[in-house]
T-cell receptor
Framework: AQSVTQPDIHITVSEGASLELRCNYS??????LFWYVQSPGQGLQLLLK??????LVQGIKGFEAEFKRSQSSFNLRKPSVHWSDAAEYFC??????????FGDGTTLTVKP | EAGVVQSPRYKIIEKKQPVAFWCNPI?????LYWYRQNLGQGPELLIR????????DSQLPKDRFSAERLKGVDSTLKIQPAELGDSAVYLC???????????????FGPGTRLLVL
């Protein structure tokens, strides 16, 4: 069975600083990978996804993520964080059969 | 384009009572998902529908949970009877399978927050 690990439960960064959120997955084949963001009381919004091709994918709000097969990772990055980026971030893996597994999320706090 | 609609947004019930959640997916989306999200955790899939057919309900606690998607559009998730441990956010999502791919982007509704007392 597949699994997703987000090692950092909570991260605090200063506004304007760079950000990297870690995501490691376990799956026997090439996965479909997603990053979602969830603000309090809201559903999940897609930031970006990897299906195939270029391993560096660009998303909305200036986010990007890099798929590294050798490390089974799909880390999310942003060069300069804005206060409005404070939220919870979820990494997800979907198998070839369409089965979804989410990580437990990383809560991002942005200091002024 | 309207997003995924869920109702109610909040529900407070006493244990052993029944409760139902409703979801209307994005128009034209044939795949519908129900997830449960416990506090501090990621969403866990309960059931996935392809049109009217439940293709993955392996994580649905069938002794007390049931779901239906009779006409392949909107869906209802029911709990009867509810237990204290059912307190969570219940999320509905939908996607549209195109280009012969099994995996497409899921679009989520705002969720129903359930509190069982």
């Amino acid at each position: 069975a597949q699994s997703v690990t987000q090692p950092d439960i909570h991260i605090t960064v200063s506004e304007g600083a760079s950000l990297e959120l870690r995501c490691n997955y376990s799956y026997g084949a090439t996965p479909y990978l997603f990053w979602y963001v969830q603000s309090p009381g809201q559903g999940l919004q897609l930031l970006l996804k990897y299906f195939s091709g270029d391993t560096l994918v660009q998303g909305i709000k200036g986010f990007e993520a890099e798929f590294k097969r050798s490390q089974s990772s799909f880390n999310l990055r942003k060069p300069s964080v804005h206060w409005s980026d404070a939220a919870e971030y979820f990494c997800a893996v979907v198998t070839n059969a369409g089965k979804s597994t989410f990580g437990d999320g990383t809560t991002l706090t942005v200091k002024p | 384009e309207a997003g995924v609609v869920q109702s109610p947004r909040y529900k407070i019930i006493e244990k052993k009572q029944p409760v139902a959640f409703w979801c209307n997916p994005i128009s034209g989306h044939n795949t519908l998902y129900w997830y449960r999200q416990n506090l501090g955790q990621g969403p866990e899939l309960l059931i996935r529908y392809e049109n009217e057919e439940a293709v993955d309900d392996s994580q649905l606690p069938k002794d007390r949970f049931s779901a239906e998607r009779l006409k392949g559009v909107d869906s209802t998730l029911k709990i009867q009877p509810a237990e204290l441990g059912d307190s969570a956010v219940y999320l509905c999502a939908s996607s549209s399978r195109g280009q012969g791919r099994m995996v497409e982007t899921q679009y989520f509704g705002p969720g129903t927050r359930l509190l069982v007392l």
